[in-house]
């Protein structure tokens, strides 16, 4: 009996102290397990503020490359539309111009575009790109049905990229190759154009255009 009762004591024991360890968790563990999560905490602060300064070093250079994108599109596009067949249009042979505008070069492109009166006979636009200010920009006259010849009167004026100092532009021509136009006969009937642009930090960006 004696044994009896000491084995019953020893198995109440055994039970109250498996109730007491499932009802939590030893001062020990808590400690280990807080200090686990302070480093998970301080690794992930640490990837965040990399990650943030990251983009805020990025934002702005990401701003100039869609600007810069944007503007060889623009190019891309209005030299497209330069007529390859002039007389049809009874334009001059020089639809495309290289002109000195306070020292810079700039390019002229005479394109078609839609007529302004709404027929749907094509018109004629006057289309410049210059720098100015340290700025590329795109300068249009309004779309006229007939070209006159005459320099346009009123120009639209919108900045296409910032932070440019030079614009170097040279032309293709058929059995000469590229050449840096110094006259209006340097641009007749050019296949191709190529435009250099000179940023503030001395780097250039080259493309390389199809005329019509």
């Known amino acids: 009996m004696a044994a009896a009762r000491t084995a019953h004591r020893a198995a109440d024991r055994l039970v109250r102290c498996g109730a007491r360890q499932r009802a939590g968790f030893t001062l020990l ?4 397990a807080i200090t686990i999560l302070a480093f998970i905490a301080v690794i ?8 943030t300064a990251t983009r805020e070093r990025l934002e702005p ?5 869609r600007a810069i994108l944007a503007a060889f599109g623009q190019m891309e596009l209005d030299l497209s539309h330069v007529p390859l067949n002039a007389a049809l249009y009874a334009l001059p042979d020089q639809a495309i111009r290289v002109q000195l505008e306070e020292g810079q070069r700039a390019l002229q ?7 302004p009166d709404g027929n749907r006979a094509s018109a004629v636009q006057v289309v410049r790109y210059r720098i100015h200010e340290g700025r590329l920009e795109r300068q249009t006259a309004p779309a006229q049905r007939y070209y006159g010849g005459d320099a346009p009167v009123s ?3 919108v900045t296409l990229v ?3 100092d030079d614009l170097q532009i040279r032309v293709w021509r058929s059995n000469v190759g590229w050449i840096t136009p110094v006259a209006d006969a340097d641009t ?3 296949a191709g154009v190529e435009i250099n642009l000179q940023r503030h930090d001395g780097s250039f960006l ?4 199809l005329v019509g």
């Open 61 to 65: 250079q990401n701003e100039q490359v």
């Open 155 to 157: 120009l639209d004026t």
């Open 109 to 115: 492109i005479l394109r078609l575009a839609d007529s």
């Open 29 to 32: 563990e808590l400690l280990v």
């Open 44 to 51: 992930a602060w640490r990837g965040l503020s990399t990650l």
């Open 188 to 190: 007749a009937s050019v």
């Open 206 to 209: 080259r493309r390389v255009f």
């Open 162 to 164: 910032p932070a440019v």
